[in-house]
């Protein structure tokens, strides 16, 4: 099980391979109409973009990937472990209306909803229990990750639709990885309290500072919640600015990435 770039023109988005038989994918900065900082596939409309390059970019992107902008699905995000159960009665929230309410993960189990989640550096995980036929999307910083959301989320899927937790799949999308996520003691202070001391190996101190992975960190949350199988994303959003846009890297000065999942 692995991550695959896909290429299509100047589109380029990857894949995970246990995902397979949902439609996903996670985006890159590549194949957009947007320009300038938020050149070219935006997913976001902020930061000087305008929200018809957003909605071709949506348009682009879910030609390839399958899905159209219609059914896309936003969340409010603000580094919480709010989870909501959307229906086709959200979809449109984002792009055609207001966000109703903060959350920075979604679950469903309605064909043809587009669950969304931004990121520039923080942590994208997509969930699919090809069984029950439910998915999930969640948005995971350190915040989000030092409580859980990843977990949370498994849970909210086990609760609200009955999946087993053996027969759900993760991917962990691009994230600002070890070699450039540089802390102070507070991050992995907060990822060890929650996590135990398994949480040790995700941290390497040098000098003052900490370099902190995000990625292990939820996968020891999604192992913890006993899901079958996990594709991990070999990339750092901040190591690859020609490809993604990283916060750390960019500041405001940039667009943002997506994960994207839906049932057939
Ligand atoms: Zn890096």
Redesign the pocket.
Known sequence: MAFQMNKLGALEYSTADCLEGAVHCFSTRLGGVSRDHTASLNLFASHGDTEENVRQNYRILGDAVGFVPEQTVFTKQRHTDIIRVVTKENCGEGLDREVPEICDGQITDCPGVALVTFSADCTPVLLFDPIRRAIGAVHAGWRGTAQGIAAKAVDAMVREFGCKREDIRAAIGPC??R??FETDEDVPNALLEALGPKAVSAFIRTGEKYHVDLKSCNALWLQRAGIGELDISPD?T??DPERYWSHRRMGDLRGSLAGIIMLK
Do not use: Q
């Open positions: 600002i990885s070699c450039c750092c901040a190591c």
